[in-house]
T-cell receptor, first 111, second 113 residues
């Protein structure tokens, strides 16, 4: 079955890099996503990676995918207090089949 | 601007009442989804619809109902059979090609009083 696992909490100092990790179980996953949720709001898509890629970089965000280990990570460089939020990893086998979400990692940035 | 709108933002329900949460999108997306979010539980799928006049149960459909009479609209009814409805409800949509991830609404917080 499908399952997505994330650690629940991460605390970093402002200016440091944050690395949020995710593992998934469905080897047929085609797309893997990172979403950000601020308090009381919906989820905002940050970035996504196709399963035939190893890495994707977008400004301060770097996504690494290890398909063999079914491990996905999101690195946020120069973390700011505005990055404090819950970050969700999600997987999809493609098309409009429902995404499967992890439970989210709450990132706290200490000034 | 295109987007997905959920209303109301806050909703209070008395015991034994049915309530309906609204979700409307003007993105011309084919598929729409309802998720429930509880603290520490992540997002759990309630119902989804990939095309008008068709919908499928998700992992926690009991006590909920939906309809999809128009492409733009996917309302969720929380019935009195749902024993623990207090939660944050999120609606999302995606086009049929579906590679760019969901667009989410801003959510409805439902509280039983």
């Amino acid at each position: 079955g499908e399952d997505v696992e994330q650690s629940l909490f991460l605390s970093v100092r402002e200016g440091d890099s944050s690395v949020i990790n995710c593992t998934y179980t469905d080897s047929s996953s085609t797309y893997l996503y990172w979403y950000k949720q601020e308090p009381g709001a919906g989820l905002q898509l940050l970035t996504y990676i196709f399963s035939n890629m190893d890495m994707k970089q977008d400004q301060r965000l770097t996504v690494l995918l290890n398909k063999k280990d079914k491990h996905l990570s999101l690195r946020i460089a120069d973390t700011q207090t505005g990055d404090s939020a819950i970050y969700f990893c999600a997987e999809s086998i493609g098309g409009n089949t429902p995404l499967v979400f992890g439970k989210g990692t709450r990132l706290s940035v200490i000034a | 601007d295109g987007g997905i709108t959920q209303s109301p933002k806050y909703l209070f329900r008395k015991e034994g009442q049915n309530v309906t949460l609204s979700c409307e999108q003007n993105l011309n997306h084919d598929a729409m989804y309802w998720y429930r979010q509880d603290p520490g539980q992540g997002l759990r799928l309630i119902y989804y619809s990939q095309i008008v006049n068709d919908f499928q149960k998700g992992d926690i459909a009991e006590g909920y109902s939906v309809s999809r009479e128009k492409k733009e609209s996917f309302p969720l009814t929380v019935t009195s059979a749902q024993k623990n409805p207090t939660a944050f409800y999120l609606c999302a949509s995606i086009p049929s090609q579906g590679t760019g991830g969901y667009t989410f609404g801003s959510g409805t917080r439902l509280t039983v009083v």
